[in-house]
């Protein structure tokens, strides 16, 4: 039903930057809480950030706070994640993820996910 389809990643070195896009479709995005998410090799999926449906409140797990910005651009159905200040420790397979009404912090309550995009920073 809901499509989403991440961009943005790539190579990067150790206190660059980058933008990860999620474009929505299929679906009436203003219903949805967005995600991010990441999973490097090895282990669990965890949570990165969150936004809810109309873009006032955010969510940051401790490792990104302070270094990653969530935002929603509703008119274009599409959900950013800023990171700054990259680390090797940031390496990752990120993952865009949309829940039906609500703030999904925890991988099994988000409804829709995308296929991933990598992010690999360097030394």
């Known amino acids: 039903q809901v499509q989403l389809a991440e961009s943005g990643g790539g190579l990067v070195q150790a206190g660059d930057s980058l933008r990860l896009s999620c474009a929505a479709s299929?679906?009436?995005?203003?219903?949805?809480?967005m995600g991010w998410f990441r999973q490097a090799p090895g282990k669990e999926r965890e949570f990165v950030a969150a936004?809810?449906?109309?873009?006032?409140?955010?969510y940051y797990s401790d490792s990104v706070k302070g270094r990653f910005t969530i935002s929603r651009d509703n008119a274009k159905n599409t959900v950013y994640l800023q990171m700054n200040s990259l680390t090797p420790e940031d390496t990752a397979v990120y993952f865009c993820?949309?829940?039906?009404?609500?703030?999904?912090?925890?991988?099994?309550?988000?409804?829709?996910w995308g296929q991933g995009t990598q992010v690999t920073v360097s030394s």
């Open positions: 299929g679906g009436t995005f203003t219903r949805y809480g």
């Open positions: 993820a949309a829940a039906l009404g609500v703030v999904a912090k925890t991988p099994r309550a988000n409804d829709y």
């Open positions: 936004i809810g449906p109309s873009g006032s409140m955010t």
